[in-house]
């Protein structure tokens, strides 16, 4: 059977940070350089910093899921996600997470759970995106950036959202990781189980 | 309500680009500064090109996930994910899927199914994770490269891996996006919905 603590029980370090050699130094991204030392160790192994980041599953009292759809540079087109964005330099995600959802959405959340943590893309960076479950919503003002002037808000019940995903029109990671997770903690609840 | 359409209704290409600058052309990792125009463009954006990926949620005759565990560099950590692995510049995303199942696991599959396609950093990358679901399955031969060396094969049955979601044992996002999706699959066959 398989468990939590197994998957560290024979972790070796393999590879040991010779050298860290700063490439890039952005204002969002880092890249760097690692020199390695270890069996089957790349000459060196490129990799990307880049801010950890929230997303919040916000349900309403109607239990609709709080979605944002927004324009994205890189993929090209407007998407649907939970509200979210960047963590700050030590700043806890669960700050971060109150301050995009109510930026975003205009929402307050009086109740919050964290619903967990996943790694986006760990070859090529540590970064982790935080999940927070958020209820006991208060409607309030939005205060985008400007370049979230775009952005509109809408609700949709668990089944939708889960349906949105499995169809392919929410594609982000951590909203699809959020979704349905919070679609198991349902049927949890309706289940019995 | 929502609908997949809805997404693009009213989809401006906000930014538009005015210079691709290249930072860095590494062998795995890409950096460039784009230099937008358009209203409350930043003054560049910084961005990443890694390879797409692809991650096989193989199902045994039991009804088993196989499931491989490595060491991760940057998290520091061995990882339990589905297999998986980058997809060549030009290849079909099910092309490697094969391919990936086979050198990490030894398993073919007869039957393959898309599960979906994540963005699993939409705002630092492009890059897109292929989900597939390969049943009817024939144990080989594994052809692991040799960074893969200390590699090792589990299977737990979908109940057990959405477990392991939710206890944080398994965090990268493809598994994450697979597994559950799955599990959507798995109650939808049972429930007659």
């Not at 024979?10 to 020199?35: I, K, N, S």
């Not at 986006?120 to 950036?145: M, N, Q, S, V």
């Amino acid at each position: 059977m398989l468990t939590p603590g197994d998957a560290d029980a024979d972790a070796p370090h393999l590879w040991r940070l010779v050298e860290r050699r700063p490439v890039y130094e952005g204002r969002f991204v880092q890249l760097y350089q690692d020199v390695l030392s270890g069996p089957a160790a790349p000459e060196f192994y490129e990799h990307v910093r880049v801010a950890d980041s929230v997303r919040v599953l916000a349900l309403d009292d109607q239990d609709r899921i709080v979605l944002v759809e927004d324009q994205f540079y890189l993929p090209g087109q407007r998407m649907l996600t939970l509200p979210g964005g960047g963590v700050a330099p030590e700043e806890e995600p669960l700050v971060a997470a109150h301050r995009e959802l109510a930026e975003e959405t205009g929402c307050r959340a009086a109740d919050w759970m964290p619903l967990g943590v996943i790694h986006p893309l760990p070859t090529a960076t540590p970064a982790r995106t935080h999940l927070f479950l958020a209820r006991d919503l208060t409607a309030g003002e939005t205060d985008r950036e400007a370049s979230e002037g775009w952005m509109t808000v809408r609700r949709a019940p668990a089944s939708e959202a889960v349906a949105l995903v499995r169809s392919g029109a929410i594609t982000e990671a951590g909203t699809v990781a959020a979704v349905l997770l919070l679609a198991q903690l349902l049927a949890e609840e309706h289940g019995g189980a």
